[in-house]
């Protein structure tokens, strides 16, 4: 029997807290749909290639990223919700009057924030990546109006430049400096679209101000026999930070393939740091999750001993864009090579959970 009100009662503080969550979450994207729908309005108010229709759609395309990243959040403010719900019904008095301890009465909301965290990363962050990829395609096209000229694969690197008089496609099976020097490169020029205009072959390639500088190159034209040249100069209006910035974007992969995706811009010669912190950042968000909902478990027991609701609810919401805080200012740290991507990443939850752990040992058995 005591088995049976056990399961009860758990399944009861889950569902609480899972319909909460849900409700919170939809609250928090209908706002964030709406300024960031504001926010792409302002940006196509000078263009003209920028129908309503398409915005309108866009923004739906970056919602699903955008629920990651309020999810947290979501956490935080349902469980403070629930347990001020909960509180203020006397519910959780009685449950803990019969004799049932904080640990199980959170042990639903924890495991239910955990297991959310699993299925985000797991089936609901490659649907988010796909639809981020095709809203940033739709975003070059219609507002930035420059596309990816850059591509990473097993086979090595794929640039594409574009002049006036048509374009280049650049092959290197290997890079290195951060994509400055190319070695066994391979040009393609095409007059036009897709006019083949020759090609050029060399040892390697260097990226100067305003040219590409290649060694031992072969250069061949239709019609013509190949001619050596020691040195050949190939004009370019690219820059290394314009190419470092065509790598696909770490929100625009799923779960599943950054580590892929990783360890080819490693074999290419690039650095995966930002992907590799995204990705620990991934695996790190049901602990954040977690964390989230202990916190704001250290607000329920305080409303339900001491009272002021209002005051320790704000100190909850507190602690909470404290701990976003601190998890910007890690990755800042992360990205910039002062620390490790696992520590980057891991440390904020980490110790955000260590602390509400505390907090709740403290005020139960304190």
Known sequence: MRQGVSFTLTRYLGLQFLISLGIVLAGILA???????????RRASRLEDAPFAVLFGMSLLKLPMLAEKALPFACLFSGIWTFARLTRSNELVVARAAGVSVWQFLSPAVVAALLTGIVAITVFNPLAASLMARYQTLEAKHLSGRASMLAVSSSGLWLRQVSEKGQSVIHALRVSSEGINLADV?????????????????ARASLEPGRWQLTNAWYSAPGQPPEFFKTYTL???????????????PETLSFWSLPHFIAMLDAAGFSGLKH???????????????????????????LTRRGGIMLLVGFGVLAGFLLYIAVDLSQALGLAGSVPPVLAAWAPATAATLLALATLFHLEDG
């Open 31 to 41: 706002v964030v749909y709406f300024v960031d729908l504001m926010e792409l309005l």
């Open 186 to 202: 391979t040009i393609f020029n095409f007059e036009g679209e897709d006019h083949f205009s020759g090609r050029v072959d060399a």
């Open 235 to 249: 004009k370019t209006d690219l820059t290394l930070a314009q190419i470092q910035e065509s790598f696909s974007s």
């Open 276 to 302: 590799r912190l995204h990705w620990q950042g991934l695996l790190a968000s049901p602990l954040l999750l977690c964390a989230m909902v202990l916190l704001a478990a250290t607000v329920s027991l305080r």
